[in-house]
């Protein structure tokens, strides 16, 4: 009480000051409401009611209004209120539908004020009018509201809701003589004290019935109502129609909402169910909560914030039986943990792109933040001025439409019907489907099979120059020619991506330079999985549709010497240019060159130019007694780098055509899940004849059995329609043969062609024969026979 | 189920091939003509079309169907399968539409003369407590019953009851189709078998029979219906709450959610599946409520439906398990009076400004709640059919306060209501499911007619309150704003009988419990307090057992 005396006018938020902190409560809260000052706090249930006063950092239990031996249902409180004009004053709800008021000037134990019993049902709602001290307003299940003055002994009007129970009655802060009441039915009535025969207005605010309604606290009009279908809703009631103008969707009913002070945007909720958090919400940013108080362990049945003028504090009653003052500061924000950035396919293979502008722009030399930005991007919210602001995030959104060539797979269908997978030397099914793939203009998966050939062809026994001085010397050129790959393969990806950006909506969002993006790649932090995914397929489109770039390498390739036709395919593989020194690399660019020229001694002359022309720069440089098996590492890395791209293809066809080169390199698991996925691609285009051709050459158990299931044929004898069982051209029925030549007259017991049309025919070769001389259906019936 | 000989699985399994053409079976009519072109379930499917042609095509196939059966040989019943005459049968008598009704009973009597023997009805309507020309007088709307016919392709009983009360009749309906066959978590079979379950602890059998066809018919295995012990574990792990639901729901605790929800549990269920499983299992177990409530007599295919034996005056025409009339008609005298002292008590109720203090108030609730109401009338052992469902076959509900015992919490209303709590909860797991059962309290809470025996114009609020909020008070369950007084002079003692019996040991009700209450009430009447309990008796055990669920959530 001495507190009370010492602050009476409102304070400037310097005035209260405190910290996150909590109390347990003997039963859990039903509701609780703060005295004006913000001193002290009353909290109420089915079993509790009393008085905390707030310290700087505990709260002290001041009274326990809750007296008597048997406490009456009286006490069993639904709701409460504390005048915000005569500090000694409190009302409560009962949920046996008692009305009472509390004088805690009383000098008695017992602090019992008036008692209306006027209600039939549960009331409630109880609400003081904001300046008029002795006006009370109920709302209960019965249906009806009261306005009490408390000088008199009963209520001075009553309003009927037409039997439909009262969830909520608030007084408005604009209006002297307006209250809204929020209805079980979904409704909202407006009503003006002075007219207890008709509401002034109502509309359907909500699904189902509506918790709670909150008056916006700076007069503007505003409403705000919560419901049990899981929104909350702002309403413009200056207007002649209630006009919702925000809309929050949260993740369950709404208990209670309450408008943040000083905020003119900001709400607070809590849930009846479920959910036991509070949710700070901008309502123009409805889709995630500014704030959340995640503290409860129980659903959250009262929540107010502490001071009128002071958005900082905020104080929740629980079932949990804990009262909890909050502070804004100690908030958790749902939206630094959320992910900032996007990434979808459409249905025609666009690829949409969204990601914080920050995110972006790190990218790109123009704003150059700090590295570790990328790594941490909720640094920006937390400076100390901007906790009051929702995080100003712009996000920028790219459209990538695949143009329609790379979209459709046509690559794809042809590359699995031209690959050949054996039956010629290996040295040949490689240039054949390195033709192949240059043909497709895939240059990279073109070189891809020529370096393989190289690899495994059989090693010739070249004249082995000095190893050292040899591979150094290798080494020289070939890192020349790999920065100058980078700038080109740079430019590629630029152009690429600037013609892609034809459609970005935001024109200062840009990707631009490939390289940045490629090292994104490297850094394994979660946030660049997603822009991971988009790189490589930028990529992988690259060497779809890029024609130009590349082929404009092929034409160089044919005429002149180039180095640069296998570094391509490790340029992209690797990030080489971050680390030129990398010992590995080299190594494998060592020894490219040398097997080059081990494996080509004779077989040189049939094989493609480029290849050639290979031979004739690294042939000095060789170190011919590595073994095929030497490469097998790297193999492997290749082809787990095209699984893992997404051309499975090319990594069961290599599986296929190397055979035993490799094979013992990849676990069988791996291998089992190539060929289930290359196998499931080519049946989903229909390639049954290539997935059938895969399956047989394919090594592992698993798959190779594929094709031993149901491969029983069940026929019907002809005749009498019953399935033969013993053997396949006799019925053992009726005892007819089924199957006769038309030709020869004789059981066919092979194979058995007929034509469609008549349904005539026999043994393959008879009809064969027969077609040579004739049109005509060999049985005679006149049809004429197609057989194909 | 049960009542399908080898006859009527060859008649519906194995004619599909040679259906419809007379060409295909001369060569072979020899072994497997009978079974040829006796109406299967697909043309009675037929007959449920809205297309009225359809209709009539299927009814024409139908009849030619089984008038050709009689015709191919002169050796008995044996060509037309038992489960067919037994569909005929249900047609013939409870099909709403004219035409079908009147051809099925115009092939059954020509096949009586062809010297089959045909099944006889048991039953003289619906239900064995009300006459069944006070049905079909009351005047159900036949709309209703072309519609569900249509859409169910049967019209039993409880729909035949139900009828006189439409618009709820729609709305459970509408329920009793999305549980069982709309989207959800469990699979239809096992949908069925629940209900069979749970129908079983109130030894209805009348349910047990009706879902145990669904079952088979949704494609389940027929081995399970012979006794739990062949149904998954999984299924077999709902029984402890099954039992519990049925008989004491305010023993149930989060620990029994549990033990089915929690990641070590074995059979594992998961919170939809859960929530699906407890709101089927309510909704039979207040159905059993109806079923015996009502005296709902077996269906004409059910066991104890049906006899092919000839009516003999000996033989009084009701099976075992369904009471049929105790003569309650001979006190009419005093029953005007007692309408008259009602009406007056309600009145005074609603003007009655009497103050009661705090203790009063518990006092009558606890008064209401343990009230010695004698049920426990000792009936006969249930069919072997039901008893092999059940298991701890001892378990009852017992009064919520046993004198002189600690008795359990009571539950407040206002801490845990289905319209705050319990409907977020269904809507959140079983979505549509919230929406529908709350619309169907609501229905059942405000249905009136506005009248009262021969009373017109009255406002029989109170009167409902005071039975549902009675019923919510067997099951422990106490409103703070409700005055438990005006239940007891609102009630009168046979009335609570009645209610208590069916709320709480439905299967020990009889005609003579029945006939005892409001005994100048229209029929129509005694079904809406019928409803009355049904649905209070369901929300009661929802309302337990989904508290439980929000603890164990929490």
Same mark, same amino acid.
């Given at each position: 009480m001495?507190?009370? &005396?010492?602050?009476?006018?409102?304070?400037?938020s310097?005035?209260?000051?405190?910290?996150?902190?909590?109390?347990?409560?003997?039963?859990?809260?039903?509701?609780?409401?703060?005295?004006?000052?913000?001193?002290?706090?009353?909290?109420?249930?089915?079993?509790?009611?009393?008085?905390?006063?707030?310290?700087?950092?505990? $709260?002290?239990?001041?009274?326990?209004?809750r007296?008597?031996?048997?406490?009456?249902?009286n006490?069993?409180?639904?709701?409460?209120?504390?005048?915000?004009?005569?500090?000694?004053?409190?009302?409560?709800?009962?949920?046996?539908?008692?009305?009472?008021?509390?004088?805690?000037?009383?000098?008695?134990?017992?602090?019992?004020?008036?008692?209306?019993?006027?209600?039939?049902?549960t009331?409630?709602?109880?609400?003081?009018?904001?300046?008029?001290?002795?006006?009370?307003?109920?709302?209960?299940?019965?249906?009806?509201m009261?306005?009490?003055?408390?000088?008199?002994?009963?209520?001075?009007?009553?309003?009927?809701?037409q039997?439909?129970?009262?969830?909520?009655?608030?007084?408005?802060?604009?209006?002297?003589?307006?209250?809204?009441?929020?209805?079980?039915?979904?409704?909202?009535?407006?009503?003006?004290?002075r007219?207890?025969?008709?509401?002034?207005?109502?509309?359907?605010?909500?699904?189902?019935?509506?918790?709670?309604?909150?008056?916006?606290?700076?007069?503007?009009?505003?409403?705000?109502?919560?419901?049990?279908?899981?929104?909350?809703?702002?309403?413009?009631?200056?207007?002649?129609?209630?006009?919702?103008? $925000?809309?929050?969707?949260?993740?369950?009913?709404?208990?209670?909402?309450?408008?943040?002070?000083?905020?003119?945007?900001?709400?607070?909720?809590?849930?009846?169910?479920?959910?036991?958090?509070?949710?700070?919400?901008?309502?123009?940013r409805?889709?995630?909560?500014?704030?959340?108080?995640?503290?409860?362990?129980?659903?959250?049945?009262?929540?107010?914030?502490?001071?009128?003028?002071?958005?900082?504090?905020?104080?929740?009653?629980?079932?949990?039986?804990?009262?909890?003052?909050?502070?804004?500061?100690?908030?958790?924000?749902?939206?630094?943990?959320?992910?900032?950035?996007?990434?979808?396919?459409?249905?025609?293979?666009?690829?949409?792109?969204?990601?914080?502008?920050?995110?972006? &722009?790190?990218?790109?030399?123009?704003?150059?933040?700090?590295?570790?930005?990328?790594?941490?991007?909720?640094?920006?919210?937390k400076?100390?001025?901007?906790?009051?602001?929702?995080?100003?995030?712009?996000?920028?959104? &790219?459209?990538?439409?695949?143009?329609?060539?790379?979209?459709?797979?046509?690559?794809?269908?042809?590359?699995?019907?031209?690959?050949?997978?054996?039956?010629?030397?290996?040295?040949?099914?490689?240039?054949?489907?390195?033709?192949?793939?240059?043909?497709?203009?895939?240059?990279?998966?073109?070189?891809?099979?020529?370096?393989?050939r190289?690899?495994?062809?059989?090693?010739?026994?070249?004249?082995?120059?000095?190893?050292?001085?040899?591979?150094?010397?290798?080494?020289?050129p070939?890192?020349?020619?790999?920065?100058?790959?980078?700038?080109?393969?740079?430019?590629?990806?630029?152009?690429?991506?600037?013609?892609?950006?034809?459609?970005?909506?935001?024109?200062?969002?840009?990707?631009?330079?490939?390289?940045?993006?490629?090292?994104?790649?490297?850094?394994?932090?979660?946030?660049?999985?997603?822009?991971?995914?988009?790189?490589?397929?930028? $990529?992988?489109?690259?060497?779809?549709?890029?024609?130009?770039?590349?082929?404009?390498?092929?034409?160089? *390739?044919t005429?002149?010497?180039?180095?640069?036709?296998?570094?391509?395919?490790?340029?992209?593989?690797?990030?080489?240019?971050?680390?030129?020194?990398?010992?590995?690399?080299?190594?494998?660019?060592?020894?490219?060159?040398?097997?080059?020229?081990?494996?080509?001694?004779?077989?040189t002359?049939?094989?493609?130019?480029e290849?050639?022309s290979?031979?004739?720069?690294?042939?000095?440089?060789?170190?011919?007694?590595?073994?095929?098996?030497?490469?097998?590492p790297?193999?492997?890395?290749?082809?787990?780098?095209?699984?893992?791209?997404?051309?499975?293809?090319m990594?069961?066809?290599?599986?296929?055509?190397?055979?035993?080169?490799?094979?013992?390199?990849?676990?069988?698991?791996? *291998?089992?899940?190539?060929?289930?996925?290359?196998?499931?691609?080519?049946?989903?285009?229909?390639?049954?004849?290539?997935?059938?051709?895969?399956?047989?050459?394919?090594?592992?158990?698993?798959?190779?059995?594929?094709?031993?299931?149901?491969t029983?044929?069940?026929?019907?004898?002809?005749?009498?329609?019953?399935?033969?069982?013993n053997?396949?051209?006799?019925?053992?029925?009726?005892?007819?043969?089924?199957?006769?030549?038309?030709?020869?007259?004789?059981?066919?017991?092979g194979?058995?062609?007929?034509?469609?049309?008549?349904?005539?025919?026999?043994?393959?070769?008879?009809?064969?024969?027969?077609?040579?001389?004739?049109?005509?259906?060999?049985?005679?019936?006149?049809?004429?026979?197609?057989?194909t | 189920?049960?009542? #399908?000989?080898?006859?009527?699985?060859?008649?519906?399994?194995? #004619?599909?091939?040679?259906?419809?053409?007379?060409?295909?079976?001369?060569?072979?009519?020899?072994?497997?003509?009978?079974?040829?072109?006796?109406? #299967?379930?697909?043309?009675?499917?037929?007959?449920?079309?809205?297309?009225?042609?359809?209709?009539?095509?299927?009814?024409?196939?139908?009849?030619?169907?089984?008038?050709?059966?009689?015709?191919?040989?002169?050796?008995?019943?044996a060509?037309?399968?038992?489960?067919?005459?037994?569909?005929?049968?249900?047609?013939?008598?409870?099909?709403?539409?004219q035409?079908?009704?009147?051809?099925?009973?115009?092939?059954?009597?020509?096949?009586?003369?062809?010297?089959?023997?045909?099944?006889?009805?048991?039953?003289?309507?619906?239900?064995?407590?009300?006459?069944?020309k006070?049905?079909?007088?009351?005047?159900?709307?036949?709309?209703?019953?072309?519609?569900?016919?249509?859409?169910?392709g049967?019209?039993?009983?409880?729909?035949?009851?139900?009828?006189?009360?439409?618009?709820?009749?729609?709305?459970?309906?509408?329920?009793q189709?999305?549980?069982?066959?709309?989207?959800?978590?469990?699979?239809?079979?096992?949908?069925?078998?629940?209900?069979?379950?749970?129908?079983?602890?109130?030894?209805?059998?009348?349910?047990?029979?009706?879902?145990?066809?669904?079952?088979?018919?949704?494609?389940?295995?027929?081995?399970?219906?012979?006794?739990?012990?062949?149904?998954?574990?999984?299924?077999?792990?709902?029984q402890t709450?099954?039992?519990?639901?049925a008989?004491?729901?305010?023993?149930?605790?989060?620990?029994?959610?549990?033990?089915?929800?929690?990641?070590?549990?074995?059979?594992?269920?998961?919170?939809?599946?859960?929530?699906?499983?407890?709101?089927?299992?309510?909704?039979?177990?207040?159905?059993?409520?109806?079923?015996?409530?009502?005296?709902?007599?077996?269906?004409?295919?059910?066991?104890?439906?049906?006899?092919f034996?000839?009516?003999?005056?000996?033989?009084?025409?009701?099976?075992?398990?369904?009471?049929?009339?105790?003569?309650?008609?001979?006190?009419?005298?005093?029953?005007?009076?007692?309408?008259?002292?009602?009406?007056?008590?309600?009145?005074?109720?609603?003007?009655?400004?009497e103050?009661?203090?705090?203790?009063?108030?518990?006092?009558?609730?606890?008064?209401?709640?343990?009230?010695?109401?004698?049920?426990?009338?000792?009936?006969?052992?249930?069919?072997?059919?039901?008893?092999?469902?059940?298991?701890d076959?001892?378990?009852?509900?017992?009064?919520?306060?046993?004198?002189?015992?600690?008795?359990?919490?009571?539950?407040?209303?206002?801490?845990?209501?289905w319209?705050?709590?319990?409907?977020?909860?269904?809507?959140?797991?079983?979505?549509d499911?919230?929406?529908l059962?709350?619309?169907?309290?609501?229905?059942?809470?405000n249905?009136?007619?506005?009248?009262?025996?021969?009373?017109?114009?009255?406002?029989?609020h @109170?009167?409902?309150?005071?039975?549902?909020?009675?019923?919510?008070?067997?099951?422990?369950?106490?409103?703070?704003?409700?005055d438990?007084?005006?239940?007891?002079?609102?009630?009168?003692?046979?009335?609570?009988?009645?209610?208590? @019996?069916?709320?709480c040991?439905?299967?020990?009700?009889?005609?003579?419990?029945?006939?005892?209450?409001?005994?100048?009430?229209?029929?129509?009447?005694?079904?809406?307090?019928?409803?009355?309990?049904?649905?209070?008796?369901?929300?009661?055990?929802?309302?337990y057992?989904?508290?439980?669920?929000?603890?164990?959530?929490?």
């Amino acid at each position: 009480m001495e507190k009370m &005396s010492r602050v009476t006018t409102a304070l400037g938020s310097s005035a209260i000051s405190g910290r996150t902190m909590f109390c347990h409560l003997d039963a859990p809260a039903n509701a609780i409401s703060v005295c004006r000052d913000a001193s002290q706090v009353v909290v109420a249930g089915r079993n509790i009611f009393k008085i905390y006063a707030l310290e700087e950092d505990q $709260f002290v239990e001041k009274l326990n209004l809750r007296v008597g031996r048997k406490p009456s249902l009286n006490f069993s409180c639904a709701d409460v209120m504390w005048h915000q004009m005569e500090e000694n004053l409190l009302a409560t709800a009962a949920t046996n539908g008692a009305v009472v008021t509390w004088n805690l000037g009383k000098p008695s134990r017992n602090k019992q004020d008036q008692l209306f019993t006027e209600h039939k049902r549960t009331v409630n709602k109880v609400c003081f009018h904001p300046t008029e001290v002795y006006m009370l307003l109920s709302g209960s299940q019965d249906g009806f509201m009261k306005c009490f003055d408390l000088r008199k002994k009963e209520s001075v009007s009553t309003f009927s809701g037409q039997s439909e129970s009262v969830r909520d009655v608030q007084f408005s802060m604009k209006d002297y003589f307006t209250f809204a009441a929020s209805f079980e039915n979904g409704n909202v009535q407006l009503w003006d004290i002075r007219r207890p025969d008709r509401y002034e207005r109502m509309f359907t605010a909500h699904t189902g019935p509506v918790f709670c309604c909150d008056w916006h606290p700076d007069d503007r009009g505003w409403l705000a109502t919560g419901g049990r279908d899981k929104m909350v809703k702002v309403w413009d009631m200056t207007t002649n129609r209630a006009k919702e103008i $925000f809309c929050v969707q949260t993740i369950a009913s709404v208990a209670r909402v309450k408008w943040r002070p000083e905020k003119k945007f900001h709400l607070a909720t809590c849930s009846m169910m479920v959910d036991h958090n509070i949710y700070v919400w901008d309502v123009r940013r409805p889709f995630i909560p500014f704030a959340t108080f995640e503290e409860h362990k129980d659903v959250t049945t009262g929540i107010v914030w502490r001071h009128q003028h002071d958005p900082h504090f905020l104080l929740s009653g629980s079932k949990d039986s804990t009262l909890y003052q909050h502070m804004f500061k100690d908030a958790t924000r749902p939206v630094d943990k959320a992910n900032p950035e996007g990434l979808c396919f459409g249905l025609f293979g666009d690829l949409a792109f969204a990601a914080k502008e920050s995110l972006i &722009s790190s990218d790109s030399n123009r704003k150059p933040y700090p590295g570790g930005d990328r790594r941490y991007p909720i640094f920006f919210f937390k400076k100390p001025d901007q906790t009051e602001q929702f995080a100003h995030v712009s996000s920028a959104l &790219s459209v990538f439409e695949t143009d329609l060539d790379s979209n459709c797979m046509d690559w794809f269908v042809k590359t699995a019907q031209l690959y050949l997978l054996c039956g010629k030397p290996f040295a040949e099914l490689c240039d054949h489907n390195a033709k192949v793939a240059r043909e497709l203009k895939r240059p990279q998966v073109s070189t891809t099979w020529t370096m393989l050939r190289i690899m495994f062809s059989d090693p010739a026994n070249l004249t082995p120059g000095p190893n050292h001085p040899l591979s150094k010397l290798g080494t020289l050129p070939l890192m020349n020619s790999f920065n100058m790959k980078e700038m080109n393969s740079g430019m590629g990806a630029e152009s690429r991506l600037e013609r892609s950006k034809g459609e970005s909506r935001q024109d200062n969002s840009h990707l631009e330079p490939g390289n940045s993006l490629i090292s994104n790649n490297n850094e394994d932090n979660e946030e660049t999985e997603g822009s991971d995914g988009q790189a490589e397929y930028m $990529f992988g489109d690259a060497e779809l549709d890029d024609d130009d770039l590349y082929s404009m390498e092929h034409d160089n *390739q044919t005429e002149e010497q180039e180095y640069t036709l296998p570094q391509e395919a490790f340029q992209l593989r690797h990030e080489i240019m971050d680390n030129p020194s990398a010992p590995e690399h080299l190594q494998q660019d060592k020894a490219d060159s040398p097997h080059v020229s081990g494996n080509e001694a004779e077989v040189t002359c049939l094989t493609p130019i480029e290849s050639f022309s290979l031979i004739s720069i690294s042939q000095p440089l060789f170190t011919p007694q590595l073994p095929a098996s030497f490469f097998c590492p790297i193999v492997r890395e290749m082809l787990s780098y095209y699984a893992e791209k997404g051309d499975v293809q090319m990594a069961v066809s290599v599986l296929i055509v190397l055979g035993e080169r490799i094979r013992k390199e990849i676990d069988d698991l791996t *291998q089992e899940h190539w060929y289930t996925s290359y196998i499931d691609l080519l049946q989903r285009f229909e390639l049954w004849n290539v997935s059938n051709e895969v399956i047989k050459l394919s090594t592992c158990s698993a798959i190779t059995c594929l094709n031993q299931t149901s491969t029983t044929l069940h026929i019907n004898c002809s005749n009498c329609k019953r399935p033969m069982s013993n053997r396949g051209w006799i019925c053992d029925r009726c005892h007819q043969c089924a199957s006769v030549c038309a030709v020869c007259h004789h059981v066919v017991k092979g194979l058995f062609v007929w034509c469609q049309g008549c349904n005539h025919g026999g043994h393959l070769e008879h009809i064969r024969n027969w077609l040579k001389s004739s049109a005509h259906c060999p049985a005679g019936c006149g049809h004429l026979c197609e057989y194909t | 189920m049960a009542s #399908n000989p080898a006859a009527g699985c060859l008649a519906n399994g194995e #004619n599909k091939p040679g259906r419809g053409s007379g060409s295909g079976c001369s060569s072979r009519h020899r072994t497997e003509s009978e079974c040829d072109v006796a109406p #299967n379930l697909k043309s009675l499917a037929r007959l449920c079309s809205r297309d009225e042609e359809e209709r009539a095509a299927a009814l024409e196939e139908l009849s030619q169907g089984v008038l050709l059966c009689l015709g191919l040989d002169q050796h008995g019943s044996a060509r037309l399968s038992e489960l067919t005459l037994l569909h005929l049968l249900r047609l013939s008598r409870s099909c709403p539409l004219q035409e079908v009704r009147g051809r099925a009973t115009e092939l059954l009597r020509t096949a009586q003369e062809q010297g089959v023997e045909v099944p006889r009805a048991l039953a003289s309507g619906p239900s064995a407590f009300i006459p069944a020309k006070e049905i079909l007088k009351e005047g159900p709307d036949q709309d209703i019953l072309i519609e569900s016919f249509l859409s169910m392709g049967r019209v039993d009983h409880i729909t035949m009851v139900m009828a006189l009360h439409p618009a709820y009749l729609s709305c459970f309906l509408r329920t009793q189709h999305a549980l069982l066959e709309m989207d959800g978590p469990l699979p239809r079979p096992w949908r069925h078998y629940i209900v069979v379950m749970a129908a079983a602890r109130h030894h209805c059998s009348y349910a047990v029979q009706q879902h145990s066809a669904g079952f088979l018919e949704a494609g389940g295995e027929e081995s399970w219906l012979s006794g739990l012990q062949h149904a998954p574990t999984k299924l077999r792990s709902l029984q402890t709450l099954n039992k519990l639901l049925a008989h004491r729901p305010w023993l149930i605790t989060q620990k029994h959610v549990q033990e089915l929800v929690c990641p070590g549990a074995d059979p594992r269920w998961s919170l939809a599946e859960l929530i699906h499983a407890v709101v089927l299992m309510a909704h039979a177990h207040s159905l059993c409520s109806f079923v015996w409530g009502c005296g709902v007599n077996p269906e004409p295919d059910h066991i104890g439906g049906y006899t092919f034996q000839l009516p003999s005056p000996i033989h009084p025409a009701h099976s075992p398990q369904c009471p049929a009339h105790e003569d309650g008609r001979q006190e009419i005298v005093d029953g005007a009076m007692e309408v008259e002292v009602l009406m007056q008590r309600m009145v005074e109720l609603q003007l009655q400004e009497e103050e009661c203090t705090q203790e009063e108030m518990v006092t009558r609730f606890e008064r209401e709640r343990s009230e010695s109401i004698p049920t426990a009338v000792v009936r006969g052992a249930p069919p072997d059919l039901v008893l092999r469902l059940v298991e701890d076959q001892e378990f009852r509900y017992e009064d919520f306060a046993p004198k002189g015992e600690q008795s359990p919490n009571t539950m407040r209303a206002q801490d845990y209501s289905w319209e705050d709590h319990g409907f977020s909860l269904v809507n959140r797991l079983l979505p549509d499911m919230g929406q529908l059962l709350d619309e169907k309290f609501q229905v059942v809470s405000n249905l009136t007619y506005n009248r009262m025996a021969m009373h017109e114009d009255v406002d029989t609020h @109170t009167l409902r309150k005071a039975l549902w909020n009675y019923i919510h008070c067997l099951y422990g369950i106490r409103y703070d704003d409700y005055d438990y007084g005006s239940v007891n002079v609102l009630l009168e003692r046979s009335l609570k009988v009645f209610v208590k @019996t069916m709320a709480c040991h439905p299967e020990q009700t009889t005609a003579r419990v029945y006939h005892d209450f409001w005994r100048h009430f229209r029929q129509s009447e005694k079904v809406h307090a019928n409803l009355i309990v049904m649905e209070a008796r369901l929300q009661a055990a929802l309302l337990y057992v989904l508290r439980a669920i929000t603890h164990y959530m929490r």
